[in-house]
């Protein structure tokens, strides 16, 4: 059982374009964050979103989470190559206090 | 910025032989974790440790694991017996804070170990 759920798994898209991944639990979660992993290299935090409905933006990035604390979505505006990466989401349900990961989605932009 | 540093990048090891992998963690900081990822598979806990002591650990985390702050900036994760299943790359995470709430993680880059 995949305690949260991210999609898609792998999106290609042309530099220019826009996306939304998505990040989905059947759990409540105290807050999520979100990652992102470079081949070889461990994840980096950009954001931790922690009241329901809570939007936040880091540049071409907006981060949304779920009224409800069970969901998340990253958009990203005008993707560039350097937005490459896996893209990670994380929480601690309910009242456990390590994290644990959705499986990722593997984002590539094509130049 | 602050870094938590992975010694080594890369071990290669024979199935059977311990392994130590070592971390050092941001200097403020005060709990202290191991992740794992199997190769195309998610980031997984291992365990978490805190003033000393194990905080809580996963299923993975059985009696071949063993973590230690043997002094004031190392953290090490010892596998006694490694078993081929064990390759993967471990990461190791710090933070100020334990419930902020779970703001303020650094993970380091990692060490990619090899059971052969």
């Known amino acids: 059982t995949q305690l949260l759920k991210q999609s898609p798994q792998f999106l290609s898209i042309q530099e220019g374009e826009n996306l939304t991944v998505y990040c989905n639990s059947s759990s409540v979660f105290s807050s999520l964050q979100w990652y992102r992993q470079e081949p070889g290299e461990g994840p980096v935090l950009l954001v931790t979103?922690?009241?329901?409905?809570e939007v936040k933006k880091l540049k071409r990035l907006t981060f949304q989470f779920g009224d409800a604390r069970k969901d998340s979505s990253l958009h990203i505006t005008a993707a560039q190559p350097g937005d490459t990466g896996l893209y990670l989401c994380?929480?601690?349900?309910?009242?456990?206090?390590?994290?644990?990961f959705g499986s990722g989605t593997q984002l590539t932009v094509l130049p | 910025e602050p870094e938590v540093t992975q010694t080594p990048s890369h071990q290669v090891t024979q199935m059977g032989q311990e392994v130590i992998l070592r971390c050092v963690p941001i200097?403020?900081?005060?709990?202290f974790y191991w992740y794992r990822q199997i190769l195309g598979q998610k980031v997984e806990f291992l365990v978490s440790?805190?003033?000393?002591?194990?905080?809580?650990k996963s299923e993975i985390f059985d009696d071949q694991f063993s973590v230690e702050r043997p002094d004031g900036s190392n953290f090490t994760l010892k596998i006694r017996s490694t078993k081929l299943e064990d390759s993967a790359m471990y990461f190791c995470a710090s933070r100020i804070l334990r419930q902020d709430p779970l703001g303020g993680y650094t993970f380091g880059s990692g060490t990619r170990l090899t059971v052969v």
């Open positions: 979103v922690v009241t329901g409905g």
């Open positions: 440790f805190y003033n000393n002591e194990i905080s809580e």
């Open positions: 994380a929480g601690a349900p309910g009242s456990a206090r390590q994290l644990t």
């Open positions: 200097s403020n900081h005060l709990y």
